[in-house]
């Protein structure tokens, strides 16, 4: 089955600099990648997607890459600020877009710190 | 709308005692999932449902039921409680097969103690 490997476990950058999540995922089937941002106490919150036909998607300060080749893809968020200090998780899934009920194999998660 | 609620929001069991957890949606969506979230192992799918009537295993559906009792409810039942059963459980659902979004829309949470 799908197994999804997520790096950093934990990551800490000054208020302003970039932060880079890194996922590596192994069944080359899997075709739509997103990721989720979970504050302390409440559920994941979807913060952008990516499908396999798609290289880069970037919304405002977000942007996500994907390489199919190397089946790994990337989370990047600039000009990070207190607010982004979450855990972050990728996952990936398969299955034809109007699949209902597709499950998504999610990463371990990553620690993100941002301090002013 | 309230989106994906869950009841309770905390819960404390002695081993070997039973319980439901209950998630309700109102956005209409079919599809409707459990998942466990453990420290340092992410989110672990428990079981799904991808629409009203069927219901199917995930990654660890060991010790849990489920019942999709209508299109809005998804319950999850431990029969059985054991201490390794102690995590925060989510329940999430997504819309309609054939729409543009595949987005899975989590509740806050229960978490579950187990003595």
């Known amino acids: 089955g799908e197994n999804v490997e997520q790096h950093p476990s934990t990551l800490s950058v000054q208020e302003g600099d970039s932060a880079v999540i890194k996922c590596t995922y192994s069944d080359s089937a899997s075709n739509y990648f997103p990721w989720y941002k979970q504050e302390l106490g409440k559920g994941p919150q979807l913060i952008i997607d990516?499908?396999?036909?798609?290289g880069e998607k970037k919304d405002q300060r977000i942007a996500v890459t994907l390489n199919k080749t190397a089946k790994h893809f990337s989370l990047h968020i600039t000009e990070t600020q207190p607010e982004d200090s979450a855990v972050y998780f990728c996952?990936?899934?398969?299955?034809?877009?109007?699949?209902?009920?597709?499950?998504?194999?999610f990463g371990k998660g990553t620690t993100l710190s941002v301090s002013s | 709308n309230a989106g994906v609620t869950q009841t309770p929001k905390f819960q404390v069991l002695k081993t070997g005692q039973s319980m439901t957890l209950q998630c309700a949606q109102d956005?209409?969506?079919?599809?409707m999932y459990w998942y466990r979230q453990d420290p340092g192992m992410g989110l672990r799918l428990i079981y799904y449902?991808?629409?009203?009537?069927?219901?199917d295993k995930g990654e660890v559906p060991n010790g849990y039921n489920v019942s999709r009792l209508n299109k809005r409810e998804f319950s999850l039942r431990l029969e059985s409680a054991a201490p390794s059963q102690t995590s925060v459980y989510f329940c999430?659902?997504?819309?309609?097969?054939?729409?543009?979004?595949?987005?899975?829309?989590f509740g806050p949470g229960t978490r579950l103690l187990v003595l």
């Open positions: 990516i499908r396999s036909n798609v």
């Open positions: 996952a990936a899934s398969k299955g034809p877009r109007n699949q209902a009920g597709t499950a998504l194999i």
């Open positions: 449902s991808a629409s009203e009537g069927t219901t």
């Open positions: 999430a659902s997504s819309p309609n097969p054939g729409t543009v979004s595949e987005t899975q829309y």
């Open positions: 956005m209409n969506h079919n599809s």
